[in-house]
């Protein structure tokens, strides 16, 4: 079953946003709507949509502001996003200014009136241009735990198995060979265990992240993981969403996941 594609419908006018919203449920998506600036950064944070429909919300500016904001931070940068302006006779109260315009790094640009249905073509091409999936390679000794891990990602549309291995040794061969961007770890394997697989991964294999898997939840894997340059840690018995949640950041990067491997540690000192 394949994940449904999330859409961020932000504007202001609730007429338009029920018709839009309607129209793309109507083709499978889930659709998420926020109807201002503080709204819209909130759900992008909390929904992670594929793609954002930026309307028009007042005050005049806080469209643009909000543009901004996607474009500079940190794993929604490349995010595409479709800006509807206002219609011409309201643009001098509600469009965009001149020099937001020079400035926009939008994907698709149209003004109002639209009709909803002319969106879904153009939402789809987007959504097809820019989807880059996260290719991942699953290291784990038990079977059962790399399929239970593969039937979680195979769910997610963001995400591609490219591979399995059942100890560090082929955990690094493989990812020489197949150069996934997100390495899943267990840390008690046979052969090569995670801890010395994950510290020559990070040596010959600087584009790959790896991420720990581990039931052994304590300080001294936490702290031993980060020594070897890993940069996530999740217990086995954690929830799936979390799994998912780490992929992701570490796939971009995100500087505060890297920083939460070991917070109460660094607070012992």
């Not at 929830?239 to 491997?261: F, K, P």
């Amino acid at each position: 079953m394949k994940k449904k594609q999330t859409i961020l419908i932000v504007d202001d006018e609730v007429e338009f946003v029920e018709a839009l919203k309607k129209t793309l449920e109507g083709e499978n998506f889930v659709v998420a709507t926020a109807y201002d600036r503080d709204e819209a950064e909130s759900k992008v944070r909390s929904h992670e949509p594929d793609i954002v429909i930026l309307g028009t919300i007042m005050p005049r500016g806080d469209a643009f502001l909000f543009h901004k904001w996607m474009k500079q931070t940190l794993g929604f940068g490349n995010l595409p996003i479709m800006v509807i302006n206002a219609p011409p006779d309201k643009q001098l109260l509600k469009g965009w200014r001149m020099d937001e315009g020079m400035q926009m790094d939008a994907e698709d640009f149209l003004a109002k009136p639209v009709e909803p249905v002319s969106l879904i073509p153009r939402v789809q091409a987007l959504l097809d241009k820019t989807t880059k999936k996260i290719r991942i390679l699953i290291v784990d000794d038990h079977a059962v735990v790399r399929d239970g891990i593969r039937s979680v990602l195979a769910l997610q549309r963001d995400m591609q198995v490219i591979g399995e291995a059942v100890n560090g040794k082929e955990a690094l061969d493989k990812t020489i060979d197949l150069m996934p961007d997100v390495v899943v770890m267990d840390i008690v394997m046979p052969v090569m265990n995670g801890l010395d697989a994950a510290r020559e991964i990070c040596k010959q294999c600087k584009s790959a992240k790896v991420l720990m898997l581990t039931q052994y939840d304590d300080e001294e894997n936490v702290l031993a993981s980060r020594q070897v340059g890993a940069v996530g840690f999740i217990p086995k018995a954690a929830a799936s969403s979390r799994l998912l949640t780490g992929i992701r950041s570490v796939a971009r990067g995100d500087q505060s996941w890297i920083e939460s491997l070991q917070p109460h540690l660094e607070g012992e000192g």
